[in-house]
Structures are given as C-alpha cells and as structure tokens.
C-alpha cells in the first residue's frame, strides 16, 4: 500500500521482538516505504535506520518507574486501521511453542484511548525514552527546547486524578 501512496503504518508495543521471520517482514514492509514505530521494553533483535534495508523503523525503549507488559499492535493497510492487544511478545517461543491470544479492538472509543495512553504518548516520551541506533546501541532521547513529554508521568497523573 506505501508504494500505492496510501497510508501504510506499523505501530507496535510489547516487550521483546525476536521472531526472524517478524524482523524479516518489517524490513521488507520498510523497504516498500511503511513506516514502522517500535515500541519495545526489552531485548530487540531487529536494527532501525540501516541505508536499505530499515531506513523507515524507529525502535525506542521506555525506562521509567513502572515495568510494564502491554503489547498493542496498530497496523494501517491503505483502508480502515486495525488494532489489536495480545498476550504475546513478538518471539520464536510465543508464536511455536505457546499458546497465547491476539484480539481486535473493534470499539472506537476504546481505540482511541489505546492510540493516545498506549501508543503515541511514548511516541512522544521525550524524558524517559532511548532510541536504538542502526549498530544496537541506545541514545537517550533529549527534549531540548520541546516540551518535557513522559508517557508514564502524564498517564499516573491522568489515572489519580
């Protein structure tokens, strides 16, 4: 759909991707221009932002106060978008040897929370977020002059108050 010119996203959350055939998906997916936002806790196998083969993946890592273990999947594929929560991290041990749940999100309210407290607001995390460099390291996220965004702050402070 990318190479159609319509819109072609990946937004994904969970903790640790490691499936090769996954990785090898997203590279191709990126190549034909989708971009992909990477949300991922853990250990990642995958490297963003290599000329060629993952110029349109961004992975970020988001180390603050609570250990979380939410795992939201958005994916756009020209029409309508589809999101999803799961079980399961993206790896050889969940997908073969599990049995773990997927399912859709169909209300839209609930949609809509999910992309603003689940998903873009550690898009935006600009306080305790690293993003993983094309050789596997992690730099720190800096705000500069923008203003200070931590996902997990602003979402204790949505939920107590």
Known sequence: MAKAKKPARIIAKMN????????EALYRASQAGVKVDLIIRGVCALRPGVKGLSENIRVRSIIGRFLEHTRVFHFRNGGEAEMMVSSADWMDRNFFKRIELAV???DPKARRRLM????????????QAWEMQPDGSFKRVKHGRKKAVSAQADLLKALSG
């Open 16 to 23: 640790a991707l490691l499936e090769p055939e996954v990785i």
């Open 104 to 106: 859709p999100v169909l």
């Open 116 to 127: 603003r407290e689940g998903l873009k607001a550690y898009l935006d995390d600009n306080v």
